[in-house]
Every structure is written in C-alpha cells, then in structure tokens.
C-alpha cells in the first residue's frame, strides 16, 4: 500500500528543527520512503493522496507515563510524593482488577492518540493487560512489567522471572515491546535491582526505573549507603545496557559523568516535578554532557495530563528559568525531546522522526488557527508549536499508516462509553 501526504510544512523532529514548508511525505507499508518539497516529489503514480491543510509532525513518544492511572487523575491534591503514594494510591492500586487496567488503558491511549502521542512507555500493573489496550488502541507501548515489593503481590524475585517470561512473547513487530520495570532504588531491594539489570542486558530489553526523584529519596539512600542514588546502582552493577531513568531531578555533575560513562538515558517529567514540587531536573547540563534525554507526562493522577505539548513548552519554559537563559532550551530542542530524541531515549530508532525508513508515525495538526500565526521564517512554525501549540490542535493521526484518529475522532474505539466506564471504576476505587 501506497500513500502520499502533502501538508502546508513537514516538522521532521530531528535535533536542528528541520522544517519543510508545502512538503510531501511518501509512505510505503507503514514506512516512510520519501521526505521533501513538494516541488522535488517523485511522481505520485497509484498512491493514495492524502492532502492536509496543515502541519505534518511524527507521532509524539511519551518516553515516561503510567497512562492507566487515569482512574486517579486529580486524587491526592497538594500531597508529597511519599504521601501521595502511600496515602492515596497504593491502598487504590491494591483494588485494581486486570480489566480495570485494560479499560483504563484503552480509555489513556485514546487520549493520548487524540493529542499525538502514538508512542508510550508504560510501566504499570499488569503489562499483558496494558499491551492488549494499547493493540486494541492502534497505539504503540514500550511496557516496563513492574517490579514492587507490594501486599498481595508476588516476591520480587518471582515479578522478575516473570517479565523475563513475558518479554519473550512480544510480537516483534514494533507495537508492543516489553522491558522490565523495577520502581526504584528507595522500593526495592538492591540485590533485585541488580537482578534485573542483568536479566534486561542478557536479554536486550529496556530497563526502566525512577531515579533521583526528590531530594528525600536522594538524602535516605545517602545516610543509608553514603552514595548518590546514581552511585549506588553503579555500585550495585544497575547500568549498563539499555537503561531510561525517569526524573533524575536531584543529580549533581558527578551523577551526570556517571550517566554519560553508563550512557544512561532520561525521562524527563516537567509537570509532574512541577506539581509533586519535586523540583526542576538539570536538562541543559544533560544536554551538554551527550546524555540521551526523553519526554514524559509521568501519569495522569500526578501530572494530571496526557497533553505532551504542554509539557513540552514546560519543559523549555523551565529550563530557561533554571539556568536563566532564554536560549538554556531552543524551541527545536524542546519538540526534538518529544519526538526524536525521545525515541533515541527509549531505544527505538525507528520511531520520532519523518524520516526515510522510519515508521509512518505521522501527527496532522490543524494550523488554521490564530496562534499559528504569523509565519516569516520555517522556524516560526516550530515555535508556535511549542509556545501556542496544544493538543487540541490534533486533527488527525496514523499509526504505521493506518488512520487511528480523523477529524479529531477516534477511529478504533468508543471514547464517549469508555469515559462512563472509567468514571465508574474509578467511583469503587476510591472506596477504602
């Protein structure tokens, strides 16, 4: 199968802010074959011709989220992190059903399609349950099968073994991929942790873990061991391999060497940092040191939105205030860690750019809009997307070519039952 997408400009999502005014993007199979002025095009031949208004950007990748939470959004205002945990969503967790998770999760992907996030990295109970939403969705997931010494669940040694088991089954065909995803160095036991950085290194997978998240966190495991969280797992034979830190808030440029020698990537939370007051992690420095860093919502009881484009302007606004430099993060930057160098992130090249070879990811965002407005310089299309730019500016999206969402809409499942659904599991929930 052929398609030809034509749009007012191409936003490739690479690092420089490439931007193609009145572009073409050639699609063969779900993958793209050609990128450029619509005056050089190859001829057109049998292809389906899609013509968009708009802009054409790739899929956005969420390198950080635990989507299904969206039966908690808005639960445990104004509390800390530690409290908000363990006061308000770990006694809920304990009363999730599987087929709470799979709703939540079809009802989260559907969202998160509607705003152009096509990719997500999950980690959250119940990761078959997660992939089926996701399957069901048309999205794609990066699923970290959860490792959490919790009541009720299994050892962590038996967690582990079985999402060793579980990642064996993936389909392979870049839809789902699962990884192993052990909380944190403050929550599980450092033996296990070393466990299943191993098991995730002899298997190729993407080990996934908080790090560094709040100056407690950092300040307890230092008193405890006399190491920075990043110096501990090191100690400990944690990196090494395809590891994505999420937060990585409170790293001094010790940490940040130890990143770079590891090559440890990150995902970076602005919102939910912001609004758990955890702080506003070093994103320049990071930058600065080669180290491969990603965006992410967080979930949506602790951010509480699945909107990537507003955590993008975020996520440049306070890098900016932080290093007090209006240039500490470039409009070209910020899209670029929610696209391309999200997917460098996450271990998936194959993903985040339109770019020949990749896979047709492609985001329509509807520029017949005030805030997009005017455009003198290619540039300027970058920047309105950052700074104006939202998710409701979502027209349409396709998955590998296959249309997930037209005209704002949903193709693939019923949102308006999904909401009802939602709101009733998330009513029994909250029910001590």
């Known amino acids: 199968m052929r398609q030809r997408f034509t749009a007012r400009a191409v936003v490739v999502g690479d690092r420089a802010g490439t931007v193609v005014p009145d572009a073409v993007v050639d699609v063969a199979d779900g993958v793209v074959d050609w990128v450029g002025p619509a005056a050089e095009a ?24 635990h989507a299904a939470m969206v039966l908690f959004r808005g639960q445990g205002e ?3 992190l530690d409290r908000w945990l363990r006061e308000v969503m770990w006694p809920r967790e304990a009363r999730l059903t599987p087929e709470d998770v799979e709703v939540a999760m079809i009802a989260a992907s559907a969202e998160m399609l509607a705003g152009g996030i096509t990719t997500s990295v999950e980690m959250y109970f119940h990761p078959e349950r997660i992939a089926a939403a996701v399957t069901a969705t048309g999205a794609r997931a990066v699923i970290a099968t959860p490792l959490l010494p919790l009541p009720g669940m299994p050892p962590v040694s038996e967690q582990l073994d079985a999402a060793v088991t579980l990642a064996a089954g ?5 839809t789902v991929e699962y990884g192993i995803g052990p909380h944190a160095a403050y929550t599980v036991p450092l033996p296990v ?4 950085a191993r098991a995730a290194r002899e298997h190729g997978l993407l080990l996934h873990l ?12 230092l008193a405890a061991h006399g190491l920075s969280v990043p110096a501990l797992l090191a100690s400990y034979d944690v990196l090494g391999g395809r590891v994505l830190a999420a937060h990585c808030v409170h790293l001094d440029d010790g940490d940040l060497e130890l990143w770079q020698e590891y090559d440890v990537a990150v995902a970076h939370c602005p919102a939910s940092n912001a609004k758990l007051a955890s702080g506003v992690a070093p994103v320049r420095p990071m930058l ?23 955590d993008l302007r975020l996520a440049a606004g306070m890098a900016r205030l932080r290093e007090r430099s209006a240039t500490a993060l470039t409009a070209a930057e910020a899209f670029w860690l929610a696209t391309g160098g999200a997917a460098d992130a996450i271990g998936r090249p194959d993903l985040g750019q339109l770019a020949v070879g990749r896979r047709a990811d492609l985001v329509h965002v509807d520029t017949r809009d005030l805030v997009f407005e005017p455009v003198g310089d290619p540039a300027d299309v970058l920047a309105h997307l950052v700074w104006s730019g939202a998710g409701r500016h979502v027209r349409d999206v396709w998955v590998g070519g296959r249309p997930v969402v037209r005209d704002s809409a949903s193709t693939t499942v019923d949102v308006d039952a999904l909401r009802t659904d939602v709101a009733a599991r998330a009513a029994r929930l909250a029910q001590p």
């Open 42 to 65: 190859p001829p057109a031949g049998d292809a389906d011709v899609v013509a968009l208004p708009g802009v054409l950007t790739p899929g956005l990748v969420n390198a950080h989220s």
């Open 170 to 174: 993936a389909p392979g065909d870049g």
């Open 193 to 196: 942790l070393a466990d299943a």
């Open 210 to 221: 908080h790090v560094a998240e709040t100056a407690t966190e950092g300040a307890d495991l």
């Open 78 to 80: 104004g509390l800390p």
């Open 288 to 310: 600065d040191c080669g180290i491969r860093v990603g965006l992410g919502t967080d979930g949506p009881a602790s951010n509480d939105s699945l909107d990537l484009f507003a």
